[in-house]
């Protein structure tokens, strides 16, 4: 299951959270405070880039359909 990592934006707080699906992002509760007000960071597994003034491409996006 993929595990997701949360900052409470009431009192800062991270935690960590199995995410089944995505309707389950909407239920998350802060463990500390209990609010909702949380926010999703940046998957663990995704590539952390450090440093700063480095150009980054930019993503070509393949929208499915048209418009
Ligand atoms: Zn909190």
């Known amino acids: 299951?993929?595990?997701y990592e949360?900052?409470?934006t009431?009192?800062?707080?991270?935690f960590e959270e199995l995410v089944r699906s995505a309707a389950?992002?909407?239920e998350v509760k802060c463990p500390k405070?209990?609010?909702v007000?949380?926010?999703r960071k940046?998957?663990?597994?995704?590539s952390k880039m450090s440093g700063g003034g480095s150009a980054v491409a930019p993503a070509s996006s393949c929208a499915?359909?048209?418009g």
């Not at 940046?42 to 995704?46: E, G, L, P, W």
């Open 42 to 46: 940046v998957s663990t597994f995704a």
């Open 37 to 39: 007000h949380v926010r």
């Open 6 to 8: 949360f900052q409470c």
């Open 1 to 3: 299951m993929p595990l």
């Open 33 to 35: 405070c209990g609010s």
């Open 64 to 66: 499915p359909g048209g």
């Open 10 to 14: 009431e009192c800062e707080r991270s």
């Open 24 to 26: 389950v992002v909407a």
